[in-house]
C-alpha cells in the first residue's frame, strides 16, 4: 500500500530561497512568486514530513526510502546534483 502526501507553498519572499529535500541532499532554487508542489511517497507508513524554515530557504525532511518529487510553477524538477554543501550552508546560517 502506497501512503501520499502533498505539500504546496508559494516563495512569497523578495528573492530566491533554497529548498533542500532530505535525507536524500536534493537541491532546488525557488525563484521570488514561484508556486512549488512536493510530492512524497511512501510503500508502509503514513507520508508525513517535517519541515524547517531557515533565513534564505528550507529543509524538507522525508521518510527514508520515499520517493520525492518537486514540482515548480506546475514545471517537474529533476533532482540532479545532490550534495550535503548547499544544505549545510543553509544550516550554518541559523546559527
Known amino acids: 500500500m502506497n501512503n501520499n502526501q502533498e505539500f504546496r507553498f508559494i516563495n512569497g519572499a523578495s528573492k530566491r530561497l533554497l529548498l533542500v529535500i532530505e535525507p536524500i541532499s536534493s537541491e532546488f532554487w525557488i525563484e521570488s512568486h514561484a508556486t512549488v508542489k512536493i510530492l512524497v511517497e511512501v510503500e508502509e507508513a503514513p ?27 506546475g514545471r517537474h524538477l529533476p533532482h540532479g546534483k545532490r550534495s550535503k554543501r548547499m544544505a549545510s550552508r543553509l544550516i550554518r546560517q541559523r546559527s
Open 47 to 73: 507520508a508525513t514530513f517535517d519541515v524547517e524554515y531557515l533565513a534564505g530557504g528550507m529543509v524538507v525532511y522525508t521518510p527514508e526510502g520515499s520517493q520525492v518529487q518537486v514540482y515548480k510553477n
